[in-house]
């Protein structure tokens, strides 16, 4: 489709503001100024407003298509979430008037909504306190590693290594490494797909400043060994992370603080409805146990004994600021509504039929396609597509063609400990007719592999441009017009 | 209320499918000892309920507040084009967009998104955003430690203080040297700054206009940079590029910015969007997804996310960074508010900006035992030294309806009596009136005290 920028009619306008109503007194020296540009294009509102409607109708979302992609909780966005959002009370509301003198007064209706669904976060994780600031979840995972070495240096223990799955998503490893550790990667065991705990055991010891894990993990299974796990990083004064990535499984069944995880991320575009946004914006709450709590960071909001909300920033112990304000705070008040509309019941029954809706899924297709670990998952499945493979049709071929009939695809080559991995999140939104619908496909498309795997090649055909060559762009850098 | 369609009798159903009896038993892993201890969270409500509930919250902030406050953040007009563009679905329920078939929309706005901010920055390439100006700052820093292999950072004292402590909170268990280089209204100072570069210096970080609103050409302090190898990273404000020169024909090597002044609302701090720039040569070592522009099998031009091999899903413990997600739908924003102003819009935008602030100093200039630092040019935003505190001032104001600016001395301990002052084009002449007469009100009620140093 056609660049915005060739669409550019010098001279055409798209909006007319206001005639300047004071005299013209500003004047910048020449030696501060531009000579030329910049070059933006000039465009009228409706051709804004048509090039961009053209390129919305050229991507999938959940609005259009099923999206079943797996870890990424890609559930239906409430429309009402939304509109709270745009209320004036919160979208004008500038971040730095509670900074001012009593300015905390100012704010009231902000203030509570950030307490408020940090409690709720709270009572849901069984975690202590939470901060709302990380603005997505690979920045919660920082966030945590930060409190993980305050706690570390408050202490005087020397420690440089965290010990990460090697099922993890990538970002935990590269989350780690970035605030200042060690990886040590533990293997998955292949019979059960969870953490090998003798493996873990031969890792961990006084150098082990923490265990990062997603439970249920990225195979969709959730680890009967934490127990076990939990005592092994105590005798070492090592650290539990939880990474809160697949919370949406565990809502009223599990609490990762009731199990001793001292820090946790929860990722509020996934498990709390609020929209993905085509990669962001985000939001990545991190909860902390009583030990780390000290170590928040600041600003923080307190209810005071008249029932008035107000920021605290006096936190000697604290990592200070990740965030220039109090995080991605309409994102966080989507989620705060949409946990008030499901209220605890809500919260249940959507973990309940995501479980249902992945374990549906996953039994339908596990005579077409081989499933690694058949056992329960939890909201998503994996499996894998070894056979169609071996017949010249790998997962990605699988997902190309997925795509001609109507479904983004699962996740795939993900985890990368299973070999042509797909990986199926269906959510709790979805009806059984949808998934019957992606299940006849997945049905069709194993079919049609021991048929005549070429015809794969070619796929996706319905889409505005086919396969794209990857090499080339990165080749050629081609990244701005 | 409940968004899940299935009925009782599709569950049983699919239980069946299953073969499990119940949904209970789909948990049986979990063990009873670990089962929740407490659950006890408010029962649902209806959508109406929960309306009723935010709109009584949304009206206890005062966003109604005439406002004079910047700091980094500003209150510019919103064509509702950009709210009517940012709300079509298909853009805001997709993911990031790893099948590039079915996401060239996002795809293409995010490379015409990465043109806009070459175009404003007149720098070579630009990542699809960071999470905001402050983290774009602190990832800008680990880019110039990792090219150049040097521990130290100069970071200039005209840095918005917040991401000044950002970058300090985000390092603190990191061997990196921060050295900073105090400003006081003016620009950076270049006896300082050149003093303090040395063979292991591995970027100096700048920022234009900088937090005091103060217009600075920093071509000298980047050609000094680079005579030592070093990088220079300077953090802009993107409506002044309208009319200022670009970082990149001065040389600068990484920029970095808030793009929230393009077309994203105030949000009492987020979402925002952090976007950066830097030249081909160091393109490999910046963080966060990139759209690249290619071809398909049968010639056709698409988009893909490109240089992927930086990124922490390929490369994990050794990316450059441990982004994931960027701010996509903020940057999708940003673009359709440039596409709507076009260059000569954005360039009115800042010319009104420039034109009111000024006029807003003339203003206040005739307000007794006031004064208007005018050491420097300045862009949208400057400093008044008030003959009082300026957090009292500044309470005072609002009673009066205004959020009047930003009193310095909770950043800078010394400059408890200025306050920073900004002025968008939403502000009229009847406004900045209105608050020159609230102001000598405020300023009547107390006993003028002796003028504080400027330099203090």
Redesign the interface.
Known sequence: ?T???KK?IP?????T??E??????????D?????S???????S?LD??R???E???????????F?P?GS?T?????K?C????????????????P?????GM?????L??IYELER?LC??T?MEAFTLQP?????G??TGM?LI??YH?NKGNRKNEVIIPDEA???N????????YI?KPVPTNSETGMIDVSALEALIGPQTAAIMMTNPNTLG??N?H??KIAQLSRKFDALLYYDGANLNA?L????PG??RFDVMHVNLHKTF?T?????????GPVGVGKRLEEFL?VSRVIKRSDGTYSLNYDYPKS?????????????C?KA??Y????????????G??A???A??VM??LKNHYTVPFL??CMHECVISAKRQAALGVGALDI??ML?DEGF??P?VY?PLIVKEALMIEPT?????ETMDSFIDAMKTIARKAQEDPSRFHGA?RT????????V???R?????? | ??????TAR??E???R????SS?G???????E???????????????LE??Q?????????????I?F?G???Y?H?I?A?V???A????????????????????L??M??F???????T?M???N??L?????ALYEAC?MAIHATGRPKIIVDGGVNP??R??L???T???SIDFCEIPVSHGQSDREKVFAALDESTAGVVLQNPNFFGV???HADIVDKCHSLGILAVQSVYPVS??????PG?IGVDIVTGEGQSLGI?????????GFMATS?KL?RKMPG??????????G?????L????R?????????T??????????A?RVH?Y?????????R??A??C??????A??RFKAISHVKVMETS?T?NEFTLLLPMDA??A??KM?ERGF?PG??LG?YYPGMENYLLVAVT?KR??YE?GAFAEALEDVLRSFAPQPTLSENT
């Open positions: 489709m660049i915005i920028f550019s001279g055409r306008r798209g909006v503001l206001p300047l109503d004071v005299e013209p007194l500003g004047k910048i020296p030696g501060y100024l531009r000579t540009g910049p070059e933006l294009c000039e465009l509102e804004v407003v090039h961009f409607t390129l919305s109708r050229k991507n999938f979302g959940v609005d259009t298509n999206y992609l990424c890609m559930k239906y966005n409430p009402m939304e509109k709270i959002a745009q209320l004036e009370g919160f979208s004008s509301l500038h971040p730095l008037l900074q001012l003198r009593r300015g100012l704010t009231q209706g902000a509570a909504v709720l009572e849901i069984g603005m997505a979840g690979a920045h995972e920082l930060m070495a305050a240096k998503h990538g970002t490893p590269s989350s780690a490494a970035i605030a200042g990886v299974i959730f009967t934490i127990e565990i009223g069944k599990f609490r009731d199990a409805a929209p993905h946004g085509g990669g962001g914006p985000g939001a960071p990592i200070g600021y990740i965030a220039p304000f109090y995080g991605n705070f309409s994102v008040l705060y509504a946990i008030l509309m499901l209220g605890g019941k809500g919260l249940v029954e959507a309940e039929n479980v249902l809706n374990n549906y039994h339908s056992r329960t997902a190309k795509i983004h695809p996740t993900f709790e939104t979805e009806s059984k996706p889409t505005p441009v086919g396969r794209l060559d990857e080339k762009a990165a050629d850098m081609d990244c701005s017009a | 209320m409940s968004y899940i369609a299935n599709q569950q159903e699919m239980l499918v299953c073969g499990v949904i038993e789909l948990f049986k892993d979990i063990p000892n670990l089962r929740p201890r407490s659950f006890s969270l408010p029962r649902g409500k209806s959508e929960v309306h509930i935010l709109e009584r919250y949304a009206a206890q902030n005062y966003s109604h507040l406002n406050l700091g980094g953040f209150d007009f064509p084009a709210d009517a563009i709300s079509r679905s298909e853009f805001y329920t997709a993911y990031t967009p790893y099948q590039p078939e079915l996401s060239q929309g996002t293409q706005a490379y015409e990465q043109s806009d901010v070459c175009r404003l007149g070579e390439i630009s699809a955003s999470y905001d100006g402050g983290t680990q917040i991401y402590k950002m300090y909170s985000y603190a268990n990191l217009i600075d050409n590029m309208a009319l200022l020169k670009p024909e609302p105030l949000s009492f701090g987020g979402p925002y969007i081909k393109a997804r990139i759209v690249g522009r290619t071809v398909d099998g049968q056709r031009e698409g988009f893909v490109t240089l992927q091999a990124e922490q899903h390929i490369r994990r413990e050794k990316a960074s441990n982004i994931c997600t960027n701010e996509a739908l903020c999708l359709a440039l596409s709507l102003l076009g260059s000569q819009g954005l009115e935008v010319e009104l420039l034109n009111k602030a000024a006029y100093k003339n040019p862009f957090a009292e500044a309470g609002i959020a930003f009193p909770r084009e009229t002449r900045i």
